[in-house]
């Protein structure tokens, strides 16, 4: 349990309380959150937990047990906190953003574990950031809007990283058994019932190549740019998510051509996500898989996020029998992938996958089940935190 970690680590037997906060798979809807379009996210039961006690020196302490680091600060100065370029960075900053938004912070003693693998795509920063939100707050009461915003306000001006909302979005608001169609302009969430004929695994490619974070950075950027161009052509136009399918083709010819196809990505991938929730209505399966296909060829070929790990695991994982469609999920140059299967056809695919990978990359993918999960919460004492041994040393 991770209260028993928590007494090994702080030495106290005081009741600590415990949050829980997941990772997240994306069906559909890459790259659009930070152009205010539409994604299609759903939580895994893959989550950070955090324990959290009151400590008795002024301090804010947290330990990490997959990095055996620890960090701490004087509670009263968390609004003023700087970066240290670690894991630690999401924490504090959690922190330095709920200070500086006028919520208390009280000394106390965190102990963080995560089942969500780091670097996978699988938003382990978010799930991070959310269960620490909640901890540092405790009973303070925050809107849920409000928490996914200060998290993602942590991770951008605190950590550095430019995201969207989709992550910690999803990580507040998940439903059970539903993935969550999030519009990133209304900042509303619907939840979307899937069929029941289907199985949805994550492959990891473990690897994560560097150009990641400078790529996405760029991206944003590239997508500014496109903006620009399309207000020449209708002043009404303040992000991609404004941009129709007739007046791309109408404005890109004159646009330069990188700009012009990373605009067609992410305006065509907001129609996909719609369509494959129409889909999922009618449980029309073999299309939902088609237009995981289609982003991911958009993703690979305008977007230019994928990289060779993802492209084989797609390209095989689609010859396989069983399967309706696969993509990259996530940021992108490395990670998950996420495959839509026939329910069913989980262990055959698992066996084929792997086999191909190893053959290929001499590496053994990590999969994962994707079981839609709730959001985040405070876990009551009886409710399982992770097992023991994976928290035992
Ligand atoms: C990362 C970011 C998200 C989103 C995805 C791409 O996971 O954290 O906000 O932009 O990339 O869809």
């Keep these: 349990m991770i209260r ?23 069906l559909i809807g890459e790259h659009t959150d930070y152009n205010l379009g539409f994604v299609l996210p759903v939580a895994l039961d893959l989550a950070c937990y955090v324990a959290a006690a009151p400590s008795h020196d002024g301090r804010v302490h947290v330990y990490s047990e997959q990095k055996h680091e620890s960090r701490d600060w004087l509670a009263a100065a968390s609004g003023d906190l700087s970066p240290v370029h670690n894991w630690s960075d999401y924490p504090a900053g959690v922190a330095r953003e709920l200070a500086r938004a006028a919520y208390c912070i009280d000394p106390q003693s965190l102990l963080i574990h995560s089942t969500v693998p780091e670097g996978s795509g699988l938003s382990s920063s978010a799930a991070l950031e959310v269960s620490c939100a909640l901890a540092l707050l405790g009973d303070q009461k925050i809107q849920p809007l409000r928490l996914a915003e ?10 550095g990283t430019p995201c969207g909302i989709m992550d ?32 949805i695994l994550a492959v990891n490619s473990m690897v994560k190549h560097a150009l990641g974070q400078s790529a996405y950075k760029q991206r944003t950027e590239e997508c500014a740019a496109a903006v ?12 991609l998510r404004d941009v129709t399918v007739a007046l791309l083709e109408k404005v890109s010819p004159s646009m330069p051509h990188m700009i012009a196809r990373r605009a067609r990505h992410v305006v065509t991938e907001n129609e ?4 494959f929730v129409n889909a999922a209505g009618r449980c029309d399966i073999e299309r939902m898989g088609e237009l995981m296909v289609e982003s991911h060829v958009s993703l690979q070929h305008d977007y230019e996020v994928s990289c060779e790990e993802l492209d084989f695991l ?27 299967l026939h329910k069913g056809a989980g262990s055959r695919f ?44």
């Design 4 to 26: 028993e970690a928590f007494r090994r680590q702080y030495g106290t037997d005081q009741n600590a309380r415990v949050f829980r906060a997941p990772g997240r798979v994306n």
């Design 150 to 159: 200060l998290c993602r306000a942590a991770e951008g001006r605190f950590v």
């Design 168 to 199: 910690q979005f999803v990580s507040v608001f998940a439903r059970e058994h539903s993935a969550l169609l999030i519009d990133c302009r209304s900042l509303e969430g619907q939840p979307v019932t899937l069929p029941d004929n289907i199985e």
């Design 228 to 239: 620009e161009s399309f207000r020449h052509a209708d002043p009404a136009v303040s992000s």
């Design 272 to 275: 996909r996500v719609t369509l």
């Design 314 to 340: 797609v390209d095989t994982a689609i010859g396989i029998d069983g399967v309706l469609g696969a993509r990259m999920t996530g940021g992108g140059f490395g990670g998950c992938t996420v495959n839509l």
């Design 350 to 393: 698992r066996n084929e996958i792997t086999a191909e990978y190893r053959d290929r990359f001499n590496i053994t993918p990590q999969i994962v089940e994707c079981h839609p999960a709730g959001g985040a919460a405070e876990l009551k004492n009886s409710e399982r935190s992770p097992d023991p041994a994976a928290l035992s040393r």
